[in-house]
């Protein structure tokens, strides 16, 4: 991630977009803060809910960018906002393009949360429920209010008013019809879709109104020739509600959108015709499955147990439902906000960066791989577009830009060509997810349908990118940038040579993996250019410069050399990773995001400095989490930056899983290394770890840490060596883990092919010409 706040703000008022900043005016902004139980001040609000899974408060935030949001992968809304963004809906050309705002024909408010009424709302964001909630005890009435994306009705989001009458003690006493109060703010009308004037018809007996409209701007004439149309369908809303004096009442808003105009209106039709409240459980039951397959618990630490399930609902109300009520289309990927944000400079616009692939891929691969697929199926679809920008740069295979959104063109804002330019290594990125991809899944249908290819062309690319040098005799990568984008424009950047160089390796090994149906030249040239790869490393100080030609003592914005150690698993002496990591911490600014600190911990952790890596854990998220609904800032509080920062959430998670549980994901094998608590945690659990079609639950206490096997399937029969036994696992058994070393779980090889060497510059060491 490379824009600042500074750089963004003098690009905006150069481009003459600072107006793009008015389609997030929220309307809710203080005035929730004025039940009187909080004096409005800047301090964000307090989360009173003790369960670690419902967020809760009589304030909301200050600021509306710390606002929660909701989200099924196909629309997704900050709660109160006047947008909603759909997936794949985009507007603007090239590095203008962004999310194509859709005014929120979903944002009801009930009035008594808005005026001065002396009412106390609670606002609580449920993730296990997926809905956002507002409940308001009036004088005769408790009214709840759910607002929620629907997990299987996916192109609707849905507003539900439930209105419960309190019993009155005098029974005699005459009481009318409870009248609520309500408004419909769906904002101004959008910049970025040219809506026609909404028509009214009747469905199921409700008036509902719709508008189709045309996106204004295609991101690329020749990838998309005409615009993306969107049609949108919503129920009207009147100023009130009238419910009985007894009992108690649900209401229904609805509002779908789908760039089919049958799709969005069959959606509503279908809504429209569930009972309210079997309508609410259906999404809740989606909710729950997706509980059931994975899940993180912590016990003993509720703001890091709160922390935890907070990304899972942000990152889950993201991406796309397994089941729906008619069928998905296309997925555009995981965008450093997710898909409730990036209509704007500051949130990314909802673009794809490596930040997919590096930081929140891992995570998600190892609970649900299912959408560990789709994530990488995006670049697979946008992949014919990369053969074309290695070309027209006059390379060979596939080149991914730095930023894509709808058509897989570059679409770095004009600001900052230099990360277009060099920041090259998110082509390597894509293939090392693809290598933790294919050890922990070994999908052939996938290898067969675009995944040999896409690894192969990776391959290609940084073969045609690596010259030859006759003084070393080895291959340089000239004209780079790493991930710090402090340095622009450098040769043998240690991070890109070595995720550069597995990239070579990995197509040389799934050369042999699709050998019976994709055929290869030379799968060796790969390997020979990998492995007299220049790889920068300083013999004196035992540590690896950033790049060719870095200054010991220069700052750095973000972890970067260190990424070497983890995540890609390269093999280091342990003092080169311990002086990797403390050399490193002392040079990285703090005003860095949140995900140079995960990476410090996992590398603490790896030597063991267990008082560092509890120091660098606290770094890695306090100072980033806005209360109180979990959302996250790029940069450290009181500053801001992007939000909600995705990207920082998933190097937090991976402190977690990979750091103090141990997980290691290698082709041959997984390794679960020290596995520990983290601090001032009691009970760690991880259920649904996925591995080879099977499902293992880690348990990690002060005192034991158990493995649980919840099934095994049948191809890959798994065994697991805890540094003495080896024990076939199988469902149901629970085996104990070494806390203080290393076990290993692994299944028969994947076909006769040799596993590729990943060493890179091996020749450096040798003197030239021996
Ligand atoms: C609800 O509030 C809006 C805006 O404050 C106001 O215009 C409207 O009249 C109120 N509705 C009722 C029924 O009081
Ligand atoms: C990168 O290498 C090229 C070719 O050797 C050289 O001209 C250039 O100055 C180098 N750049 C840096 C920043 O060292
Ligand atoms: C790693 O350590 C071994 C033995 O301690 C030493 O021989 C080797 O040179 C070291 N490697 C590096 C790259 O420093």
């Given at each position: 991630?490379?824009?600042?706040?500074?750089?963004?703000?003098?690009?905006?008022?150069?481009?003459?977009?600072?107006?793009?900043?008015?389609?997030?005016?929220?309307?809710?902004?203080?005035?929730?803060?004025?039940?009187?139980?909080?004096?409005?001040?800047?301090?964000?609000?307090?989360?009173?809910?003790?369960?670690?899974?419902?967020?809760?408060?009589?304030?909301?935030?200050?600021?509306?960018?710390?606002?929660?949001?909701?989200?099924?992968?196909?629309?997704?809304?900050?709660?109160?906002?006047?947008?909603?963004?759909?997936?794949?809906?985009?507007?603007?050309?090239?590095?203008?393009?962004?999310?194509?705002?859709?005014?929120?024909?979903?944002?009801?408010?009930?009035?008594?949360?808005?005026?001065?009424?002396?009412?106390?709302?609670?606002?609580?964001?449920?993730?296990?429920?997926?809905?956002?909630?507002?409940?308001?005890?009036?004088?005769?009435?408790?009214?709840?209010?759910?607002?929620?994306?629907?997990?299987?009705?996916?192109?609707?989001?849905?507003?539900?008013?439930?209105?419960?009458?309190?019993?009155?003690?005098?029974?005699?006493?005459?009481?009318?019809?409870?009248?609520?109060?309500?408004?419909?703010?769906?904002?101004?009308?959008?910049?970025?879709?040219?809506?026609?004037?909404?028509?009214?018809?009747?469905?199921?007996?409700?008036?509902?109104?719709?508008?189709?409209?045309?996106?204004?701007?295609?991101?690329?004439?020749?990838?998309?020739?005409?615009?993306?149309?969107?049609?949108?369908?919503?129920?009207?809303?009147?100023?009130?509600?009238?419910?009985?004096?007894?009992?108690?009442?649900?209401?229904?808003?609805?509002?779908?959108?789908?760039?089919?105009?049958?799709?969005?209106?069959?959606?509503?039709?279908?809504?429209?015709?569930?009972?309210?409240?079997?309508?609410?459980?259906?999404?809740?039951?989606?909710?729950?499955?997706?509980?059931?397959?994975?899940?993180?618990?912590?016990?003993?630490?509720?703001?890091?147990?709160?922390?935890?399930?907070?990304?899972?609902?942000?990152?889950?109300?993201?991406?796309?439902?397994?089941?729906?009520?008619?069928?998905?289309?296309?997925?555009?990927?995981?965008?450093?906000?997710?898909?409730?944000?990036?209509?704007?400079?500051?949130?990314?616009?909802?673009?794809?960066?490596?930040?997919?692939?590096?930081?929140?891929?891992?995570?998600?691969?190892?609970?649900?791989?299912?959408?560990?697929?789709?994530?990488?199926?995006?670049?697979?679809?946008?992949?014919?577009?990369?053969?074309?920008?290695?070309?027209?740069?006059?390379?060979?295979?596939?080149?991914?830009?730095?930023?894509?959104?709808?058509?897989?063109?570059?679409?770095?804002?004009?600001?900052?060509?230099?990360?277009?330019?060099?920041?090259?290594?998110?082509?390597?990125?894509?293939?090392?997810?693809?290598?933790?991809?294919?050890?922990?899944?070994?999908?052939?249908?996938?290898?067969?349908?675009?995944?040999?290819?896409?690894?192969?062309?990776?391959?290609?690319?940084?073969?045609?990118?690596?010259?030859?040098?006759?003084?070393?005799?080895?291959?340089?990568?000239?004209?780079?940038?790493?991930?710090?984008?402090?340095?622009?424009?450098?040769?043998?950047?240690?991070?890109?040579?070595?995720?550069?160089?597995?990239?070579?390796?990995?197509?040389?090994?799934?050369?042999?993996?699709?050998?019976?149906?994709?055929?290869?030249?030379?799968?060796?040239?790969?390997?020979?250019?990998?492995?007299?790869?220049?790889?920068?490393?300083?013999?004196?100080?035992?540590?690896?410069?950033?790049?060719?030609?870095?200054?010991?003592?220069?700052?750095?914005?973000?972890?970067?050399?260190?990424?070497?150690?983890?995540?890609?698993?390269?093999?280091?002496?342990?003092?080169?990773?311990?002086?990797?990591?403390?050399?490193?911490?002392?040079?990285?600014?703090?005003?860095?995001?949140?995900?140079?600190?995960?990476?410090?911990?996992?590398?603490?952790?790896?030597?063991?400095?267990?008082?560092?890596?509890?120091?660098?854990?606290?770094?890695?998220?306090?100072?980033?989490?806005?209360?109180?609904?979990?959302?996250?800032?790029?940069?450290?509080?009181?500053?801001?930056?992007?939000?909600?920062?995705?990207?920082?959430?998933?190097?937090?998670?991976?402190?977690?899983?990979?750091?103090?549980?141990?997980?290691?994901?290698?082709?041959?094998?997984?390794?679960?290394?020290?596995?520990?608590?983290?601090?001032?945690?009691?009970?760690?659990?991880?259920?649904?770890?996925?591995y080879l079609g099977s499902s293992l639950s880690m348990h990690i206490q002060a005192t034991s840490v158990t493995l649980t096997v919840s099934s095994v399937h049948d191809q890959w029969p798994l065994v697991m060596n805890d540094g003495r036994y080896n024990v076939?696992?199988?469902?149901g058994m629970t085996v104990t883990l070494p806390k203080d070393g290393i076990s290993t779980i692994r299944a028969v090889p994947w076909k006769d092919c040799k596993l590729p060497a990943d060493i890179i510059g091996q020749n450096y060491l040798r003197p030239i010409?021996?």
């Open positions: 991630m490379w824009r600042f706040l500074t750089r963004n703000k003098q690009v905006a008022a150069m481009m003459g977009l600072l107006t793009v900043a008015a389609l997030v005016v929220v309307v809710m902004t203080t005035k929730g803060s004025e039940g009187g139980h909080a004096a409005a001040n800047d301090e964000e609000p307090e989360d009173i809910n003790n369960d670690p899974k419902v967020f809760s408060t009589f304030r909301l935030p200050t600021n509306d960018r710390f606002m929660a949001s909701i989200g099924n992968g196909h629309v997704a809304a900050n709660v109160f906002s006047d947008t909603v963004y759909m997936n794949g809906l985009y507007n603007g050309n090239k590095g203008e393009s962004h999310r194509a705002r859709i005014p929120n024909w979903a944002n009801i408010r009930l009035n008594s949360t808005l005026s001065h009424i002396p009412y106390s709302p609670v606002y609580s964001l449920d993730t296990k429920e997926g809905a956002f909630k507002v409940r308001v005890d009036r004088e005769r009435s408790i009214v709840t209010q759910r607002i929620f994306a629907h997990r299987y009705y996916t192109r609707a989001i849905i507003n539900q008013i439930q209105v419960m009458a309190k019993a009155h003690a005098e029974p005699n006493f005459v009481r009318h019809e409870i009248w609520i109060a309500i408004q419909l703010i769906p904002g101004p009308d959008s910049e970025d879709i040219g809506f026609k004037d909404p028509v009214p018809e009747i469905i199921e007996g409700r008036t509902v109104r719709s508008t189709c409209g045309q996106t204004l701007k295609s991101e690329d004439i020749v990838y998309q020739p005409l615009p993306v149309e969107v049609c949108v369908f919503w129920t009207s809303v009147p100023d009130h509600l009238v419910a009985p004096q007894h009992g108690s009442r649900v209401f229904t808003f609805v509002m779908t959108a789908d760039t089919n105009r049958t799709v969005a209106r069959e959606e509503m039709i279908r809504v429209l015709q569930e009972d309210g409240e079997e309508l609410y459980d259906k999404h809740v039951a989606e909710w729950q499955k997706l509980h059931q397959q994975a899940h993180i618990e912590i016990e003993g630490n509720l703001k890091v147990a709160k922390v935890v399930n907070a990304i899972w609902y942000y990152f889950l109300s993201s991406l796309p439902s397994e089941d729906s009520h008619q069928p998905l289309g296309r997925f555009y990927g995981l965008s450093p906000t997710g898909l409730a944000r990036g209509g704007t400079l500051e949130d990314y616009e909802g673009h794809n960066f490596w930040d997919t692939e590096i930081w929140m891929f891992p995570s998600i691969l190892l609970l649900y791989p299912k959408y560990a697929e789709k994530l990488l199926q995006y670049r697979l679809d946008v992949a014919y577009v990369a053969a074309q920008l290695a070309k027209v740069t006059g390379h060979k295979g596939y080149r991914f830009p730095w930023e894509s959104a709808y058509t897989g063109v570059e679409v770095t804002q004009p600001c900052c060509p230099e990360v277009a330019k060099y920041e090259q290594h998110i082509t390597a990125c894509i293939s090392f997810a693809v290598r933790q991809y294919l050890a922990t899944t070994r999908n052939e249908e996938w290898l067969k349908h675009g995944g040999c290819d896409i690894v192969t062309n990776i391959a290609d690319f940084w073969a045609s990118r690596a010259v030859i040098n006759y003084n070393t005799g080895l291959y340089d990568i000239e004209n780079v940038m790493g991930p710090d984008e402090d340095h622009s424009n450098i040769n043998n950047s240690a991070f890109t040579n070595v995720v550069a160089g597995y990239s070579l390796y990995l197509a040389q090994y799934v050369s042999c993996l699709c050998k019976s149906y994709y055929s290869v030249e030379d799968p060796d040239h790969w390997a020979d250019i990998a492995w007299s790869l220049y790889l920068p490393y300083d013999e004196k100080n035992d540590y690896h410069p950033q790049y060719e030609g870095y200054v010991r003592g220069e700052s750095i914005k973000q972890a970067d050399a260190v990424l070497l150690g983890y995540p890609l698993l390269y093999k280091m002496n342990t003092t080169t990773r311990k002086n990797d990591i403390v050399y490193y911490e002392s040079v990285t600014r703090k005003s860095g995001p949140a995900m140079t600190w995960s990476m410090h911990t996992i590398g603490y952790l790896d030597v063991e400095d267990k008082a560092k890596a509890g120091a660098m854990f606290s770094e890695s998220y306090q100072k980033y989490v806005r209360e109180p609904f979990k959302v996250w800032s790029e940069l450290q509080s009181p500053q801001v930056g992007a939000a909600n920062f995705f990207t920082g959430m998933g190097g937090f998670l991976q402190t977690l899983i990979f750091g103090y549980a141990g997980i290691r994901i290698h082709l041959d094998r997984i390794e679960i290394t020290r596995p520990q608590l983290p601090p001032e945690t009691k009970e760690f659990k991880i259920k649904g770890i996925k076939t696992l199988t469902p010409g021996s």
